[in-house]
């Protein structure tokens, strides 16, 4: 999502509560993984989808449906590295 206002945007990420502010003209990309052998997602009512998303005018808030999250911004580098919610696997790197 693109904050294209001209103030902070604040992000909340459920279930885990997780907040973070996309500057102005800022953008960041939310990514799940669906825990299930089968690729569902998990709730019921959203079983092909991977969130669900309400937006205000200066937030906006991200039901992940997997088992984890990471953000990243758009060039693909991540953001508040190792803060997520259930340890997600795509963001364990081996030691270097």
Not at 39 to 63: N, Q
């Amino acid at each position: 999502m693109s904050n294209d206002g001209q103030e902070l945007l604040d992000l909340t990420v459920e279930p885990w509560a997780d907040m973070h502010r996309i500057p102005p003209k800022g953008t960041c990309i939310v990514v799940t993984h669906a825990p299930a052998g089968d690729g569902t997602w998990g709730l019921p009512s959203h079983r092909d989808a991977p969130f669900e998303i309400e937006y205000r005018p200066d937030s906006v808030t991200v039901w992940v449906n997997g088992h984890c999250f990471h953000l990243s911004d758009k060039e693909g580098n991540p953001i508040d590295e190792g803060v997520y919610g259930g340890g997600c696997p795509a963001q364990t790197r081996p030691p270097q």
